[in-house]
């Protein structure tokens, strides 16, 4: 099946920078879930967002869905060293599966 | 919260023999069961779906002859890599939901299997 997209790969900041990653479909998503995967780690859920145009806080981050619910971002404000890790989005389609995308990797450093 | 114990957290093997890990929901029903490998700085591919109590799900290009997953009880799936070669060495994660529908699977803590 195709892979959900993200936008960049890889992005080093320095602490108190945003960041900011970018999760693309070319079909409509039902959903979109967002895990967090630390180095050597597993997947940690972080949100669910299900409505076309939801937005979503949770701290420091900031979760939104598309209008045409094609796309997805997630915002990081003043990042900080403990946000390092692997930030993935995925879906779920049929039978309940979970795909996710090709994640982004982030990288702070003081 | 909900909670998945996967056993062995690492193992190495040599090349040619299987090996066995296990997934288990300590606190909640996992009516279905997902097993996923990972390599390097790339995302989880899902292998194969497993509902309690019948055969698992395989995604294309999974040779279900060589990864067997049962899942015989609510509780407990587990993955054999048969006759383990290197390139089979990676991440294996399995991840459960529960009845219901709840979203927000819940992961296990991984496997890395080494094969030399």
């Known amino acids: 099946g195709q892979q959900v997209m993200q936008i960049p790969q890889y992005q080093h900041v320095q602490e108190g920078e945003d960041f900011t990653t970018y999760c693309n479909s070319s079909?409509?998503?039902?959903?979109i879930q967002w895990y967090k995967q630390r180095p050597g780690g597993h997947p940690v859920f972080l949100i669910q967002?299900?409505?076309?145009?939801e937005v979503k806080k949770q701290k420091r981050l900031t979760f939104q869905f598309g209008e045409a619910k094609k796309n997805s971002s997630l915002h990081i404000t003043a990042t900080q060293t403990t946000d390092v890790g692997t930030y993935f989005c995925a879906e779920t389609g049929t039978a309940s599966k979970l795909t996710f995308g090709t994640g982004t990797r982030l990288q702070v450093t003081l | 919260g909900a909670v998945v114990s996967q056993h062995p957290s690492w193992v190495i093997c040599k090349s040619g023999t299987s090996v066995k890990i296990e997934c288990r929901s300590l606190d909640f029903q996992a009516t279905t069961m997902f097993w996923y490998r990972q390599f390097p700085k790339q995302s989880l591919m899902l292998m194969a779906t497993?509902?309690?109590?019948?055969?698992?799900?395989?995604e294309q290009g999974v040779e279900k002859d060589k990864f067997l997953i049962n899942h015989a009880s609510l509780t407990l799936s587990t993955l054999t890599v048969t006759s383990a070669h290197p390139e089979d060495s990676s991440f294996y994660i399995c991840?459960?939901?529960?009845?219901?529908?709840?979203?927000?699977?819940?992961f296990g803590s991984g496997t890395r299997l080494t094969v030399v």
């Open positions: 079909t409509t998503l039902s959903n």
């Open positions: 991840s459960a939901r529960g009845a219901g529908g709840v979203y927000g699977y819940t």
């Open positions: 497993s509902n309690e109590g019948s055969k698992a799900t395989y």
């Open positions: 967002l299900v409505k076309s145009g």
